[in-house]
């Protein structure tokens, strides 16, 4: 051991005004501003100061370090990941995909002053709904419309007006909830309405509905069995019978469709999803449903239907608490303008472009890429392109899969502790610049590429896994 006065003292940092004057730190301070680098330099020099055993002041570490501590507090929190979970409406991942002219429209309604709740014709106050109304109405057939924050908001909305201290009506095979956080009892009961549920898990009957119906009847809902379905022998009943039954009995019948799309999926090969129209026509007085879910716009629930009732839902104060903003309502209007144009909606709404891709494409995807990818990858893992199936998730078709193609990535061989390698690898992804999510299966971990645009997109994608970082 050496007796502490035998060596000399470690290095000393020069004052901190001097150290501001590098063209390092000052290139910082440009970059991010004088007060975050100087928090930033002060900190470390602190840590130096604390360092147990005492170490000389080395400048260019000093410097490295605190540049990377301001890079990583100028990196958004929120920020764009590859969705390569084989789920095209993630609910994690931010669902829908907004089209570019919904973007635009977003930009506009942000950076300027709108007519939002202003009439232009007649230089009054207006009514934000005003804006999508005639679109919505155009597209379901339905009298009314008002739009709310999420679909949540809007059943909540329809209970709390019409079933407030008084029963509903629910076929107990539609009891459900979705994502934990929604569930229809629980909702009901929040709403201050009066569950009554009718028939049995499996079958329902009209007669059951009709013997159920009493003085203190407010509403008879049914609702969309969005990520489950019922199989055997069952029996539900046709809306237009239930709509039939409570018109007679002067009940008002609504319908929680849950995705709800707009248009007849099957004419871009997907399987068929109940649209609010159908719902309308059959005779549902009130229909609610997602705008992120396959209908591909922002997030936001959309109630459609009978003009007085919709006029009651627009009077409750909870609508004022649950009302859409500007910019969701700018993105609404610019996606429902895309669907008065059928023919070319697969091209240009993202969520259906995903959803309708074919599957020779990803396969063809997946080969071209496969090979730059096991080159840019090297010897740190192998890579297959496989057939796969992706799903469209957030509740709609539960049982259906649509076929596509993923890269699966393995481990390399004499790996050790190979049974954990899909899990390093999938960490390894997300700590990427832009993160890449894909899930892990049979012990591969597979990236479905029916998400990755082709041309900008999954160039970046290649070009980063050169930067993955594996644990040796
Ligand atoms: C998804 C869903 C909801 C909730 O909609 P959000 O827009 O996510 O709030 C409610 N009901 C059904 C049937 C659904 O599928």
Known sequence: MTPPEATSAPARPPALDRLLEGPALKSLVDLHGRQPVLAVARDELARWRQAEPPCDFDRPQFEARCQALLQAAATPHLRPVFNLTGTVLHTNLGRALAPPEAVQAVAEAMSRPTNLEYDLQDGQRGDRDDHIEGLLRELTGGEAATAVNNNAAAVLLMLGTLAAGKEVLVSRGELIEIGGAFRIPDIMRRAGARLVEVGTTNRTHLRDFAEAITPRTAMVMKVHTSNYAIQGFTAAVPEAELAALCRERGIPFAVDLGSGTLVDMTRWGLPAEPTPAQAIAQGAQLVSFSGDKLLGGPQAGLIVGDKALVARIK??????????????????????????????????????????????????????????????????????????????GS?????????????????????????????HLAAALRALPMPVIGRIEDGLLRLDLRCLDAGGDEQRFVEQLALLQLPG
């Open 395 to 423: 509740g709609s078709l539960p049982v259906e899969r649509l076929d596509s193609a993923c890269l699966a990535l393995g481990a390399p061989p004499g790996q050790r502790r190979a049974g954990r390698f899909p899990e």
């Open 315 to 392: 009077r409750n104060p909870l609508k004022r608490a649950l009302r859409l903003d500007k910019m969701t309502i700018a993105a609404l209007e610019a996606v429902l303008r895309l669907y008065r144009d059928p023919e070319r909606l697969a091209q240009r709404l993202p969520t259906l472009r995903l959803l309708s891709r074919p599957a020779e494409d990803i396969r063809a995807q997946a080969e071209r890429l496969a090979p730059l990818v096991a080159q840019a990858l090297g010897a740190r893992a192998t890579v297959q392109a496989l057939p796969c199936r992706s799903q469209i």
